[in-house]
């Protein structure tokens, strides 16, 4: 399969602490994407990494790719309480399809 | 997505029913998508568009239908309702200019299935 699996599936934080989240998929990719999920509404686009690419930052979001490894994480910095949502990464193969894995819920607690 | 609408938000119906449900765009994108969750798990396809006359099955499109009327409007049809359809349905849409295919979602409709 292609999808990408998540892990931790929950993780629960303090304020200001990193938060990290892995996806690991088992195909070639052409991008990785990670979404986020504010509790039962649409999901927000957050970062795109390309497979050529090893790492990105969007403000307070850093993404690596490790292709050989057929992983990425994303990091939150100085987590907020606001963060709290379940994150979710996609994987774009061959196809224009996109694949998502199943979430990890991050709480982040004052 | 305030550019991705979706009616209704919330539908309660019975089993054997038949219903639609409806996603609007105002992004001009070509493509478009429906989705469905369920409680803990990520998302499963189960059509897409990539124009008005082009229609494609997903994972899991036994028991739905689609219906592309526009560039802008893509509908889903359920058949005849049944309780484990039960979930959360989302529309998304894309812009095949793109070199990438970023998904822009709409809020989504709570479906139930009684």
């Known amino acids: 399969s292609q999808q990408g699996e998540e892990d931790p599936q929950a993780l629960s934080i303090q304020e200001g602490e990193n938060a990290t989240m892995n996806c690991s998929y088992k195909?070639?990719?052409?991008?990785l994407q990670w979404y986020r999920q504010n509790s039962g509404r649409g999901l927000v686009h957050l970062i795109l990494?390309?497979?050529?690419?090893r790492e990105k930052h969007s403000g307070r979001l850093r993404v690596t790719l490790d292709t050989s490894k057929k992983s990425s994480s994303l990091l939150i910095t100085a987590s907020r309480a606001a963060d709290t949502a379940s994150y979710f990464c996609?994987?774009?193969?061959?196809?224009?399809?996109?694949?998502f894995g199943k979430g990890t819920k991050l709480t982040v607690n004052p | 997505d305030a550019d991705v609408t979706q009616t209704p938000r919330n539908r309660i119906t019975k089993t054997g029913k038949r219903i639609m449900l409806e996603c609007s765009q105002t992004?001009?994108?070509?493509?478009m998508y429906w989705y469905r969750q369920d409680p803990g798990l990520g998302l499963q396809l189960i059509y897409y568009?990539?124009?008005?006359?082009?229609?494609n099955k997903g994972e899991i499109s036994d028991g739905y239908s689609v219906s592309r009327q526009a560039q802008a409007k893509f509908s889903l049809s359920l058949e005849s309702a049944i309780p484990n359809q039960t979930a959360l349905y989302f529309c998304?849409?894309?812009?095949?200019?793109?070199?990438?295919?970023?998904?822009?979602f709409g809020p989504g409709t709570r479906l139930t299935v009684l």
């Open positions: 990494i390309r497979s050529n690419e």
């Open positions: 996609a994987i774009q193969g061959g196809s224009e399809k996109l694949v």
């Open positions: 568009s990539f124009d008005v006359k082009d229609i």
């Open positions: 195909t070639s990719i052409n991008n």
């Open positions: 992004k001009g994108h070509d493509r």
């Open positions: 998304a849409t894309s812009d095949s200019a793109k070199r990438y295919n970023e998904q822009f």
